[in-house]
């Protein structure tokens, strides 16, 4: 039924095709060349058969809507901070600042790793505690992301193992503790206004760009929208579009993937065009910890292949990227004076 709905999607020429990884799959060595492949190709992705029920996703997305549907003023008051958990409102992200006129036509919600604010990794940039809509308002919210951001975690976890084994590492390379151990792993929920895009205009749902971290899992409603340029240097770039499919995570490689595996696997451009329909969505982002070193991996180098990129800290990277595409924040504190 899944290959059904793949190539229904994929008979309207313009849709990419794209590998569907079964993580039921009992040929793990089929899963790791359909992943190498994909990998290899364009860094896009589906994985079904993942463990999370259809009744559970139907359930995060239910929520979401609600919090979206709340008044402004309302979602305002839950605006992200500097740790990055909270409300993204529309136009707050630039994420291609050479093509768009504006920042993102999109509105979003970071939720990250649960820390207390006297647990001493307070400290780190990316941890802290998440910022929660009000109990009488959305009695069902924060029990129904937490246990989300908890079967992701875990759905990202057995897609790293295939990764490792495609780059001929141990298949527990990325369930180290300064790894996927103790990651920093942010769930942000999306909602897309119903705006028409126009890329001849600088007018986009998210701009182009490449994701920051190891792997991002992608939700979607039945909206389509998002799009991927397999060769982001090619003039002019070509863009495909990427089906929703119901039930699937679409997965893609992250920049640290590529700066691990030396240009080896693709950290791919996709961006999201808005076609005058509402669209939801939910990513999971998975990065290593704050403090893990990456560098390119030993089976990815040879004498003839030297390391690209010099060794960068996790932390140090994602801090850069989050504060080149979000605005200050004291933007929003001069307008609310």
């Known amino acids: ?39 290899l190709d364009c860094g896009f992705f589906y994985v079904v058969n993942h463990g999370i029920s259809q009744q559970f996703l139907d359930e995060v997305f239910a929520e979401s809507k609600k919090f979206f549907s709340l008044p402004l003023k309302e979602k305002m008051k839950l605006l992200r901070n500097e740790k990055h958990r909270g409300y993204t409102p529309v136009l707050d992200e630039l994420l291609d600042p050479e093509k768009q006129l504006h920042g993102d036509y999109k509105e979003g919600y970071y939720i990250g790793v649960e820390v207390d604010e006297d647990d001493p990794k307070m400290q780190k940039p990316f941890y802290g505690p998440n910022i929660w809509p009000a109990a009488d308002i959305l009695p069902r919210w924060r029990d129904t992301m937490e246990q989300f951001h908890r079967e992701a975690l875990e759905v990202g976890r057995a897609v790293g193992r295939l990764i490792a084994r495609a780059l001929d590492l141990d298949a527990d390379f990325f369930d180290k503790p300064e790894m996927l151990g103790e990651p920093i792993a942010t769930l942000r929920l999306l ?25 991002t899992l992608l939700a979607t409603d039945d909206v389509s929208g998002l799009q991927i340029c ?42 999201v065009l808005g076609n005058g329909q509402e669209r939801y969505s939910i990513a999971y982002f998975l990065e290593p910890s704050h403090d893990c070193l990456v560098e390119c991996l030993p089976t990815c180098k040879s004498i003839s292949n030297p390391p690209k990129f010099p060794p960068t800290l996790c932390r140090d990277y994602l801090l850069q990227r989050y504060k080149d595409t979000h605005i200050d924040l004291n933007v929003y504190k001069k307008q609310q004076h």
């Open 1 to 39: 039924m899944v290959n059904q709905n793949i190539q229904s999607a994929q008979a309207i020429t313009k849709f990419s095709v794209l590998n569907c990884i079964d993580l039921s799959n009992p040929d793990i060595n089929q899963s790791v060349n359909l992943l190498k492949q994909a990998c």
């Open 191 to 215: 909602h897309y206004g119903g705006q028409i895009s126009n890329p001849s205009e600088g007018l986009f749902g998210a701009g182009a760009h490449t994701d920051y971290g190891l792997i």
């Open 230 to 271: 397999k060769d982001k240097d090619a003039k002019p770039q070509k863009w495909e579009d990427v089906a929703p499919l119901k039930g699937a995570f679409i997965v893609n490689l992250g920049d640290m993937l590529e700066r691990w595996s030396n240009c080896i696997f693709k950290s791919t451009l996709h961006r």
